[in-house]
């Protein structure tokens, strides 16, 4: 994991973990309130119930937003069930928990969302970055 930024409202922390975002804005558009990345700080955290801060975060397609509950003692997120979704144009979101191994042998357990480049101009591979709309990638 890179650069992370933390956002708590006391009840509940959102994680952001910027170069995993592939800039959907999916959070923008479900809770404008909250999330207005022409801001700093971007998120508003305040702006909303608990609730529906982390319906929200449970939707981003790219995983770059986590959270895990303030009173959890090992703060730990709860695991998903895994599911595979291919979006239209876009990435290959896989929601649970996996683990990824790379050529190198190195390995990687990504939680909650995971969004896998299918476009193949991604410049972080296997991850999507978004580039898939300046490609116009049709798919």
């Known amino acids: 994991m890179g650069k992370t930024k933390a956002y708590s409202n006391g009840d509940v ?3 952001w973990e910027p ?3 592939i800039h959907s804005a999916i959070c923008v558009k479900g809770l404008g309130e909250v999330f207005q ?3 700093k700080p971007w998120i508003k955290i305040n702006a909303a119930s608990t609730e529906a801060l982390v319906n929200q975060v449970k939707a981003c397609p790219s995983g770059a937003l986590s959270y895990y509950m303030n009173d959890e003692k090992n703060n730990e997120s709860e695991s998903l069930e895994t599911k595979v979704e291919v979006l239209e144009n876009g990435p290959l979101l896989i929601y649970g928990t996996l683990k990824v191994t790379y050529k190198d042998g190195i390995e990687e357990t990504k939680n909650r969302t995971t969004a896998f480049c299918r476009c193949g101009a991604s410049q972080n591979k296997p991850y999507c970055d978004g580039a898939h709309i300046d ?4 798919g």
């Open 13 to 15: 922390t959102i994680v």
């Open 19 to 21: 170069e995993a975002c």
């Open 37 to 39: 990345p022409k801001e």
């Open 135 to 138: 490609h116009q990638f049709i």
